[in-house]
């Protein structure tokens, strides 16, 4: 095979990256391009029920993998799809935004087509998606057609982040030369600058030598650039205490001796938050230090001594080294890290208290559920390998206080906090797992109410018989919003559904619809070896009190509450 | 009352404008917003199931009652909307979006919140919407917000576009005159430069007093910008034959004696088209020329005498007027045609032929149902101001092909034919139509793909125990894509739902769902007179053909293909 079809070009260099699923929906620019993904092998089109849930889908998917394609069609779908995308921008998700767009000619016309504004502008959708990508190209020319995609494959891949490829439906069917295929994208980072990073690491070996009590914070970008082994590393090395984020959860082995907790400024628990305000050095890697992320931007470091590691570049202490990646950085460091820590004598970790211990057995016989017996007691009901994936709302709270066995990958949309995310991204992930591991559990944990902005995802979930667990928390309405604002108002209110009837509806085979109410029920789920296998899709609907939150939503709340009141 | 919270005083405004009802979702930058709905008398929250739901229900409320409020968070729940914002935009839909968007002072301090891009950037929101925007205003100053809020919604209301207010949470409760709501928003239209309206009037007299075949073509913007009344005028007086685009069906009264047809250019009835062909004069009034509206650009006019009025200009064969608006323009017109119609003699008006000529009593019993039969039964179903709306797909073109009663409004999104586009809409048309009689029936023709995209507004009917007629085409998946390209891929196909559960699955508690295969079946329900009757919300599932379309979308699905492919 000497050419290819553009089209088909774009799908084997996705799938060389380890692409197998690719979600969107089909619309008339779209459709000649759809045709491709069935040549290549190992390939298949998810095919979702709406944009947005796609979008959120293959965000999902490429938390799990790396990278992940959706495909939607000019104007309509990919307007649909932008909130999908603005989320994948700002967790850093790597994420290839493809839309089929008229053709070149019809463009040249610039004709009065459906799916337009009718003004005859044919770049304002590009434009629009332009301020939420991290690049993005809008091919006009099949010469340099390959170059283009290629260069935006990368960039979504080595910045973790989404871009935006408009392809006329007339150039799909075009050929490119077959060979361009055989050169690997190259996916190396470019090398830092020696000298900056000399002089990074000077300052770092610095900092490290007159520390007594360093730790490591372990945040989101520390999984998404792909620098966990480097952290471990680390660790085992140094034997500094280790902590996560809320977003950075699942990024470091819990089991670990040296783990200490998530730290959440001062909603973390006690001996957390004594251990970070007692550290004279923080080495910070991957950090996101937004609102949720930090107990409302309450991080009380008493050390003025904090070096951040980001994908683009370090700060130590009040000074920026632009440009200074810390993959590197990371791996020159535990080379040289030795000498500076000779003098240094490993604090003791605090033993992570779950709030298991604030449950005692004899309440728990037949009570009514509550979400801190539920996050308490869930921790046991984990195991490895699970994907678990909570939504904005109580779940992404309550998580927090749970622990997770190692290599589990903790999915949550702590900084965007799109409402709803999290059933189109467990159809990603799940669509992910099964290409990984088919014994790979995934585990969702939504809200009844952010259940209903994406409900129509679960069908695809049926479409191809896949087998998450879907617990839905239903405590009767917008229980987040209630307590920012609005405790009794209707506009916090939602229609209540029989939530059970979901999976017959999409026309499941196969599956479990459960309803628990009391800590009995959920019990005896939790320890039945059955139920313990992702044999099936499972909805579990757990009956939760209307006002029942994690302590540390509440004061999470409280704090949104008073800061939209400040002037 | 001396003073009122400037979230009050949107309002009120609004309320001043008619709108009875607000649109949208509750989020934590809008909470306090939301409040205020509830202290103006006969103003409710509808309370959607998503944004995107929210803004399509904003538009089918607009095009009912001339303007709506849409209400959503910053970043992602605007994010969401802007599908629904671009169609208001394309169609000429006044809609006035307001975004609660974080406090003056988080912003000031570049916070790291939730639902930003974690970049510090609080504008990227507002400039993304702005591409699709009649105009926008972020307040940011309690003085200047109500002169700015009304200038935004004048401007929807005039021009009959989507503007975007947003709003910083910490400014809704702050003060503004009471005093500034007794002067009502000025919503006249500023008058035309005489000169230049001089100049056109005597242009259009010399063309009509040429002319021995003009006739009348009415298209969408005739109904929003409230110039169907001149029409009729303009009708009544000159005699002119009237036909209607398929954007402009139902702006003109379909059993009035000069009306003589849709016309959709090569694909017209051969008696409609034949009429168009041989005119020497063409008026279109508020012309929208896009793909599906003209019969993939097919018009045939034999004649270079065209005339366009639009709401922003006038054009007049190859020359245009800027800034001409056309309701004046007519006005003036219609107190100036007399002497230039005196020549004129009346054509004879095709009398319409509706496809039920070909439907004939012996092949009705016991048939399965067609699209051809279909449409050509349901005339007969429609009554007297009904509001009519179909879905983008087999619908919308098979509704060309029927009569409506007089004073039926039709709904269907041509020209930016964003699917699942109705079923949203649906919910804010039964919204309003209910606040003007509540037996005026609404009536939904939506696909089973359709559908499957924004279902869950369907739950926000139950809730407000709306009463609208939901029929339900299933024939399996997305004919109108399979049309167009992949007649047998898998991308065209969708999950099969059991459509029948929806309604108890979203907890209606007096409701229909049927299911009709026959002819004979959908006969009996069109000559059931309790089912003439909107008392409860009803589903209808209309069985058909997997491949079974109107014919005038077959051809112009050729078309789209063709266009797709040419280089």
């Known amino acids: 095979m000497s050419e290819v079809t553009l089209g088909r070009y774009i799908f084997e260099r996705l799938r060389q990256l380890l692409v197998q699923t690719v979600f969107g929906l089909p619309g008339d620019f779209n459709l000649s391009l759809l045709d491709k993904i069935y040549e290549v092998d190992g390939l298949r089109w998810a095919g979702n029920a709406n944009e947005l849930n796609a979008a959120y889908a293959a965000d999902g998917y490429s938390r799990v993998k790396g990278l992940a394609c959706l495909i939607t069609t000019f104007g309509v779908g990919e307007l649909s799809a932008l909130n999908g995308i603005g989320g994948a921008f700002a967790e850093h998700v790597g994420l290839v935004h493809i839309v089929g767009v008229p053709s070149i000619s019809s463009q040249a016309k610039q004709l009065l087509l459906h799916h337009t504004l009718g003004n005859g502008d044919f770049t304002v959708f590009h434009r629009m998606s332009n301020n939420i990508s991290q690049t993005t190209a809008f091919i006009s020319d099949i010469k340099s057609a390959p170059k283009e995609i290629d260069r935006c494959i990368r960039e979504a891949y080595i910045f973790q982040r989404p871009v935006y490829i408009g392809l006329p439906a007339n150039l799909v069917d075009i050929n490119v030369p077959a060979m361009l295929l055989s050169t690997p994208i190259d996916l190396s980072l470019r090398e830092n600058d020696p000298e900056a990073q000399q002089e990074v690491i000077d300052n770092i070996l610095q900092l490290v030598s007159e520390a007594s009590n360093p730790i490591i914070l372990v945040d989101a970008c520390t999984s998404r650039h792909n620098c966990n082994s480097e952290v471990e590393a680390l660790v085992n090395k140094t034997q500094f205490p280790v902590l996560t984020t809320p977003m950075g959860k699942s990024g470091f082995n819990e089991s670990h001796p040296r783990f200490a907790g998530v730290y959440v400024g001062t909603m973390s628990h006690v001996e957390v938050k004594n251990l970070v305000d007692g550290a004279d050095l923080i080495l910070a890697v991957g950090a996101l230090l937004s609102d949720f992320n930090t107990g409302s931007f309450s991080y009380s470091y008493k050390t003025k001594n904090v070096v951040e590691f980001h994908a683009d570049c370090i700060k130590i202490k009040q000074g920026t080294y632009p440009g200074v990646q810390m993959k590197e950085v990371l791996n020159v460091l535990l080379d040289n890290v030795d000498s500076a820590i000779k003098h240094y004598s490993p604090v003791t970790i605090p033993s992570p208290t779950l709030l298991t211990n604030s449950v005692t057995n004899s309440e728990v016989l037949s009570a009514l559920l509550t979400q801190e017996w539920l996050w308490s007691k869930v921790s046991s009901w984990f195991k490895e390998g699970d994907i678990i994936i909570t939504e904005t709302g109580t779940s992404a709270f309550g998580i927090v206080q749970t622990k997770f066995p190692n290599n589990t990958i903790g999915i949550s949309q702590v900084l965007w906090g799109s409402v709803g995310f999290t059933v189109g991204a467990t159809l990603g992930a799940v669509m992910a797992a099964e290409e990984i591991d088919p014994n790979k559990r995934v585990i969702l944990f939504v809200g009844d109410g952010s259940l209903q902005l994406t409900v129509q995802e679960i069908s695809t979930m049926v479409k191809w018989e896949t087998r998450p667990y879907l617990f839905v928390l239903n405590n009767d309405g917008y229980t987040i919003d209630r307590l920012i604002h609005g405790m009794s108002a209707t506009y916090n209110d939602i229609q209540p559904w029989n939530n059970l009837a979901l999976l017959p509806l999409f026309n499941a085979k196969y599956y479990d619809a459960i309803q628990v109410s009391t800590t009995d029920e959920l019990e005896k789920?939790?320890?039945?070896?059955?139920?313990?296998?992702?044999?099936?899709?499972?909805?579990?609907?757990?009956?939760?009190?209307?006002?029942?939150?994690?302590?540390?939503?509440?004061?999470?709340?409280?704090?949104?509450?008073?800061?939209?009141t400040d002037t």
Do not use: C, G, T, Y
Request: aromatic share 8%; glycine share 0%; charged share 30%.
């Open 525 to 564: 789920l939790f320890s039945d070896e059955d139920f313990a296998i992702n044999s099936k899709i499972r909805m579990i609907e757990v009956m939760l009190p209307r006002m029942d939150a994690p302590i540390n939503l509440i004061k999470q709340m409280e704090f949104i509450s008073k800061m939209n």
